[in-house]
C-alpha cells in the first residue's frame, strides 16, 4: 500500500497510518479464524497474562512462546501448574531399575500404565501433536527402553532366551535358579549407565507414543490446556491454543521446578 501510495503521488501516508493498516489487516485476519478465536472468558485470561508480561515482550512468531515466571502467575492458574507437575513428579519416580524388568520394559505397556495412572487424576489429556507450529518444533528420538529389553533377548542363552519369549518371563524364572542368574547380569548390563532418574525420564517419554514430545493437560481456568515437553522438560500454558491479537497463543512457564 505504501508503494501504491507513491506510485500515485497521493500525500497523507505515515507512520501512524501504516501502523493503524496493519492492526486492522491482522485482526482481519485473526477474526476470520472462528474456530480460533477466544470467547471473553479466555480473553480476559489471556490478557491478565498479557499485563504481566507487558506487550513489548509477547511473542508473535511460532516456536517462540512468550515466557512468564510461575511466581507471577494468577494463583489458581499457579496452582493447576503445580499440581500437574507433581502428578509428573509422582509418576516419574515410580520407575526404577527395580520395576523396570523385561515384562515392563515395554513402551506400550509403559505409555498404557503411566496414562492410565495419570487420567485417574483428571487432568491428564494425551498428546499434543503442535500441528500448528506455535510451540518449539521437538524432535522425539526413539525411546531407550525398547532398546534395553531388546539387548536382553539377543544376549540371552537358548535356554534363558527360551523363556524370555513366553508370557510375564520374569515371573517365569524364579523355577530356574541359572535363568534368574543370567537374567539379572544382562538387566543390569541393559540399564548401566541410566540412573533411576533417567529411567524415570524414559517411562514418562513412553507416553509421547514415539510421536509428540508434548504431554498434554486439561486446567480448571479459562487458561485451560499445560503442554510438558518431556525432552527439554518445559511446560507450556495456553487459552485452548486459541489466538487473540496475532499473539503466539503459548507461554512458556519458567521456574517450575525440576521432576
Same mark, same amino acid.
Given at each position: 500500500?505504501? *508503494?501504491?501510495?507513491?506510485?500515485?503521488?497521493?500525500?497523507?501516508?505515515?507512520?501512524?497510518?501504516?501502523?493503524?493498516?496493519?492492526?486492522?489487516?491482522?485482526?482481519?485476519?485473526?477474526?476470520?479464524?472462528?474456530?480460533?478465536?477466544?470467547?471473553?472468558?479466555?480473553?480476559?485470561?489471556?490478557?491478565?497474562?498479557?499485563?504481566?508480561? &507487558?506487550?513489548?515482550?509477547?511473542?508473535?512468531?511460532?516456536?517462540?512462546?512468550?515466557?512468564?515466571?510461575?511466581?507471577?502467575?494468577?494463583?489458581?492458574?499457579?496452582?493447576?501448574?503445580?499440581?500437574?507437575?507433581?502428578?509428573?513428579?509422582?509418576?516419574?519416580?515410580?520407575?526404577?531399575?527395580?520395576?523396570?524388568?523385561?515384562?515392563?520394559?515395554?513402551?506400550?505397556?509403559?505409555?498404557? *500404565?503411566?496414562?492410565?495412572?495419570?487420567?485417574?487424576?483428571?487432568?491428564?489429556?494425551?498428546?499434543?501433536?503442535?500441528?500448528? &507450529?506455535?510451540?518449539?518444533? #521437538?524432535?522425539?528420538?526413539?525411546?531407550?527402553?525398547?532398546? +534395553? /529389553?531388546?539387548?536382553?533377548?539377543?544376549?540371552?542363552?537358548?535356554?534363558?532366551?527360551?523363556?524370555?519369549?513366553?508370557?510375564?518371563? #520374569?515371573?517365569?524364572? &524364579?523355577?530356574?535358579?541359572?535363568?534368574?542368574?543370567?537374567?539379572?547380569?544382562?538387566?543390569?548390563?541393559?540399564?548401566?549407565?541410566?540412573?533411576?532418574?533417567?529411567?524415570?525420564?524414559?517411562?514418562?517419554?513412553?507416553?509421547?507414543?514415539?510421536?509428540?514430545?508434548?504431554?498434554?493437560?486439561?486446567?480448571?481456568? +479459562?487458561?485451560? /490446556?499445560?503442554?510438558?515437553?518431556?525432552?527439554?522438560?518445559?511446560?507450556?500454558?495456553?487459552?485452548?491454543?486459541?489466538?487473540?491479537? &496475532?499473539?503466539?497463543?503459548?507461554?512458556? #512457564?519458567?521456574?517450575?521446578?525440576?521432576?
Amino acid at each position: 500500500m505504501k *508503494t501504491e501510495y507513491g506510485k500515485k503521488g497521493l500525500a497523507g501516508w505515515s507512520e501512524t497510518l501504516s501502523a493503524q493498516l496493519t492492526d486492522l489487516v491482522r485482526k482481519s485476519v485473526v477474526d476470520s479464524l472462528t474456530p480460533t478465536q477466544m470467547d471473553k472468558g479466555e480473553q480476559a485470561a489471556f490478557d491478565k497474562l498479557v499485563s504481566i508480561v &507487558g506487550v513489548a515482550n509477547m511473542s508473535r512468531r511460532k516456536g517462540a512462546p512468550t515466557p512468564i515466571p510461575l511466581t507471577s502467575l494468577p494463583p489458581q492458574v499457579a496452582e493447576d501448574v503445580i499440581g500437574c507437575r507433581q502428578d509428573l513428579y509422582d509418576e516419574r519416580h515410580r520407575w526404577n531399575r527395580g520395576q523396570l524388568d523385561l515384562d515392563t520394559m515395554n513402551v506400550v505397556y509403559l505409555s498404557s *500404565t503411566a496414562s492410565t495412572r495419570l487420567k485417574e487424576n483428571g487432568r491428564y489429556q494425551g498428546n499434543h501433536t503442535n500441528n500448528a &507450529g506455535w510451540l518449539p518444533v #521437538v524432535v522425539v528420538a526413539p525411546n531407550a527402553i525398547a532398546a +534395553m /529389553r531388546q539387548s536382553i533377548i539377543d544376549k540371552a542363552s537358548p535356554a534363558l532366551g527360551a523363556e524370555l519369549t513366553q508370557p510375564n518371563p #520374569v515371573q517365569r524364572l &524364579g523355577a530356574n535358579r541359572a535363568n534368574q542368574r543370567e537374567y539379572e547380569k544382562l538387566h543390569a548390563q541393559a540399564v548401566a549407565g541410566y540412573s533411576d532418574p533417567d529411567l524415570g525420564d524414559l517411562a514418562i517419554a513412553a507416553m509421547g507414543f514415539g510421536v509428540s514430545a508434548y504431554i498434554e493437560f486439561n486446567l480448571t481456568t +479459562m487458561i485451560s /490446556r499445560l503442554m510438558y515437553d518431556f525432552v527439554n522438560k518445559k511446560f507450556y500454558l495456553t487459552a485452548h491454543y486459541r489466538w487473540k491479537d &496475532g499473539y503466539n497463543p503459548f507461554f512458556e #512457564v519458567t521456574g517450575v521446578p525440576a521432576l
